[in-house]
């Protein structure tokens, strides 16, 4: 998921914008022009860093100089420094609130996702965690981003990527068989194919209609093993991926998972995910007053 | 916080258009262009809806018909049927994500708050709860309507709204007093000036300065009960709004909440709430089959 | 200048979109969601009405019922009607300044021009009356079509119009007869070239170089007779069009007008118009009461 | 009004954009790609200059170095040098008209603002002095700042800003009491409540029902004696800002000012101001040819 | 690849908008403002028909009546009739070029799709014609929908799409085993990989590393049928996508395709098409004269 | 044709924005963040070069280094170098098909034109050649400059550009006469004005209406010849330019070229222009190995 950095800062710069409507007229009041200062973002509360690249291209696109203490990806404790800024102080605050709620919001995500992936990693499993596209409204990139940062899996990036066959397109089709050749037919030779399921039975007419990836969607874990013996009499077990899915959350994530199973994917990941505390705090600043738009005062 | 739906319109597009990518390739590789299809959104869990307002104008304007069942600001129960919609199948599956999405969190933060709102006027108080500008990035508009329609107070909209004196503002000022006189002397006659404090003395100094509102930061329940009687003895208060900020959650809300309290203001209604879970039902589908883009095939 | 309704829309959304911010908080407070009203926009001064057609724009794209009673180029007395409307009462409210705006400047604008070419037609001559490219910064569109409402020539309409050779670019090229000689050889055939000069005796030079048009900037009216005589004595005269610039105003104009004058043009129009006053009155409001967002209020 | 320059450079950019079309013909034919020049903005009459943060901007995102030789606010002659500026000659060129219709918008609304105030001041009054939302349509951040610069207040600076209650929300809550009322119950803390009144009798109810400011419309200068006078005689008079507001111009300002009007606020100040005539010279400028895009000519 | 049509809108209008500039003067000048016509959008040359859905997005969201006569994907002969269109003259003439644009360009790409298949399908292969990346720039979306609408694969919709291992990130990484190793470890299970090769011996080290499929780059028909070879010996064949591309052309595409081979990607499809020649013809129009903007002549 | 490098970016990078969807997963998996390499843009078959200016924009503003080596306009041989870039691979890698894409299509466009005006030099004729609106959608700029660079005439920028009266204007205005008359009445002083006829009389009749320009529309070489003698024998030659246009390819083009035809102008030379081969190599590259995003193995 790498985006050049010009490409990124426009995104951010709207999130920026939004924020500031016509200014921030607090610090314009207060603060002088020219004033300089120095900042630091701080951890209040340990976790999983992400959101650093993001940080450091908003900051720098401002005029600010950035420098990134914790690589994304890094575990951190509470207090720890993030970020060392230094620039023009109206610059620094006026952009502060975006700035922390874009490295609390991926840092909130990347901890939970590194979470439940070392649940399943301490109970020796090495099945995939997912999350889904179930994002905050319009932030896909930064939330898919963050599941990454984290060490999860992306899942579908938009509806543009990998074949993926819902309830909805199988009744449309009229069966699973059918659905799956209908996408086969037409589909370019550089997609997978994936199908939703919901009951035990249907997983082997989707794994004999050759689909790359299966969800067992809301399947409890007696099914999801009834399912996997279903494809191992079968002699089908093993040709296709196996992704459970729906109702699954921190607390129970290890009931479905197991050796068979490839991947759990879970909208909790980002639908659920607190926040990151962090805060920004001034470390050092130069106030020389300036006399900018001052009228003579009436004596 | 009343938008025109085409202002509206723009800024949920936004969010379809980065879901889409180059375009939804399942739905087009099996449903066929002209099936027409009958849906409902549905709660799957109880709660405060919020967002049928935002989900109506995304329909209606992707051609959709769309009847909103519950209203904004209205408790539901898991199963509720919140929207039905009827038109292109195409084009409500390719939207059903984002729909959701922006429901779903909405939602979230109204119920949320609602919570909130209701702990405290079981215990008989009339504080008014408020959200900050702690929300996920880019999404200040949604996150902060979902607050009010779950009857909470917005706070600042954005920067150039009220005057808010942090504590790196106040540093560079010097002091409370010469902040806050800075600033009301360039100041709008139309704005209102609320400064922060992290000590219980100076509470008084605010107070004296003539601020509108004072945050009490990070102030425990024994602060604010000296900050209080500290006013009390010097004849301030009642002329300045008090609200306790920082550290704030739904556990230890009602040993903040007080009759000398105003406002209480959490992060946490935006940045920690979890999205309600809703989903998208098709009840009806037309599928005339259509043969657009067919190649001859070879024989 | 037909631009078709839905490019024109997105121009005069972003100007309502800059006035709502957030969003209208005292109509939401006060409006009913489902209210409806009718509302004319009327003059408060005489003058010549321009900017029905974005008014009539604005207005249907938001969903309300426009009749334009007066088309642009009119004269209106004060107190006449322009515009009847119906629809949402919220939005018509949102919408009223931005709204006005476009109108009282397109018309004060229409108004200026109309009276300087009047003052032209009183004299007797056909002298063109032109504007220049200073207008509000972003607004050249609207601007432009206000003055050719009120009967002006629009002139350039941006830098990718006509060749117009100013004094820097005649420094650049070395001289008069140069800089046309670069310019003809690369020109588009397409397009006209006209070269400013500030001397009489540059006349015959541009003349000679063939251009099309000789601006004479800053002339003074003797100036000007002196280059026209040089011209007819050098038989150029009539084989090239001759525009008047810099220093004109509504009170000088005429002295600059005369049968050897082909285009008087006036920054004055554009930079100096006063906008015309316009209002918008709610005749009739049904006012039936909403209840949304209540939360149960403590009892 | 502070925005990182980068925001404002989106605004700006745009403005340029609009003027250049598919780009400056002119230029490209006549200045050689690589040519370097100097060039000055200088007044060509007195005024106070406002823009000069917006050209800085516009000109250094262009690549081009500017110097800003007089701070925004500040009184000029005609004839002073405001900005020097050194860089490609072509863009120079190309950004010329679009830089100056900034600049002297701005600075004839500044200057405009200034006027005013000072004579109030001479008046020996400290009546706030403010604009409207009667902008040029999508120009507000421009035209609110160039008043602020001069010494004016901003008055809201969107419809999410402070709650006005006009005449047609009146209408339709029923009553002044009932309007705010209304928007009291609703609105958040944060926000003052002004209502807009038109005959004397309604400021006691205005007053009574704890506006925090009354504006009073088309009022005649007697009318604002009365409605003091009834304040006072109610003992409400100064527990409320008054604001007078319609057809005050610059003539007759000083018949509504007083010692007990606060606020003065005229759309004349945007709608009505000259821009100020500014003018760019190049003052040195390096012409090394450059033989681009040449087809080898016909022999 | 399916957009809902409010997305496409957007993407189309901004065409438009380029070509309008300040908006069609001739039809201004010429063509009454309430002028209504009937027109009929017709095929010069024979082709394969694409862009129809754009046009009658483009035809309606300007308020004009559309009537599509051929689907996308049917081959017309020359003097075929298209669409036909009904509405606002002035309307109708300033979207024709950019209407026509659209659909001689996709129908351009389309045609040339379907005439590469047809070869394919004569020579009794069922080798997939796949585009490439190499779009008019911009026009990704549309360059690769007529593709597909001739009956060709879209191959990677863009770079988040598939992975495809090139030969400068086989340089970075050392070798195809590492390349591949590397991309499998942090690669969504959702995506499939793919690998360029340029020498004969390297498809084998990348079968064996399991790719999904090998990019057979620049390779004459001699190697491709080593390379074949090759992959049978060591029992890889048939367990790995082979893709033949670069160099190849509508001319010698049947030395490329096999049995053997399962997808043929030509650059020329795209690059190389030429536009379908097409036309708009008014059929019949109304002609009432309008007489606005008109200044009294000079009597 | 002249934009400043910040105008034409935005324009650039929304191409590169489409094709990065996400962002280049490939690249972010195999290629380390902080890597740096050196690359060569060489073209692979002989031609006019263009779109240099644009390919240094696109790449300095991705922070790249950029050495044009080959100005644009120039002709090169195949594998000449034309750019050398060196900085960040990711970058590199990630923008290498936008730009490629903007060289090869701009560069085959300028290689189209040279040798249509080299056949037309070569005939010892001055005749104009020039390309008409048919361009790819949205490339307006891109194509119109692309013909500039090869040496042909813009013709038409876009609608607002000159006046270009054809067929469906005079059906309208219902003969030629009255369609002149019309638009001369209307039309600024600075623009030509333009008609298309379509039969051999109709020349006299725009010649005596003053047109500026009268374009032949699908003359055959023989209409040509008889209509210049007309406008002979009338004594209207040589007051008018007369354009060929219409079914004119490379291969005809010297029918219709004479010393009576100023100008010839082709759709072919942007809707049927091959883009010119070039690629792009790593020649360099640094591959210090990152371990970010890294998850703790399971041991």
Redesign the interface.
Known sequence: ???????LE?K??????????????????????D?A?KAEVIAKDAGVIAGMEEAGILLE???LKAEILV???EKVKAKNILIKISGN???I???E??L???V??MS?IATTT?EL?QKI?KA?L?T?V?CT??????????D?KAV??G?G??????????????D??I????SIKK?IE??R????????I?IEVTRVKDVSAAARARAD?IMLDNFSPEQIEKATKLLKKEHLFGKV?L?ASGEITAENILAYASKEI??ISL?EIT??A??L?VSL??TK?N?AATK?????P?N
């Open positions: 998921m790498f985006l050049p950095r010009r490409i426009e951010i710069r709207n999130m920026l914008a939004e924020d500031l409507g016509q200014g921030d007229v607090t610090t314009a009041l207060i603060v002088p022009a004033g200062a696109s401002l005029g690589p994304d990806g102080t109206r610059t605050l006026s952009a609130r975006t922390l709620n874009i609390s919001r909130g590194r992936i990693h020796r090495k995939i997912a596209r179930k994002v905050a409204p319009g932030l896909l990139y930064f898919k990454l940062i060490g899996d992306t899942h579908r990036l938009h509806l543009d990527d990998m074949i993926l066959i819902k909805n397109h009744a449309v089709a009229g659905a209908k996408a037919k037409g589909v370019s030779f550089s997609k997978k994936e990836i991926l992704e490839d991947i909208g639908h659920g607190k926040a505390d705090e001034i600043s106030t900018r738009y001052a009228v003579k009436l």
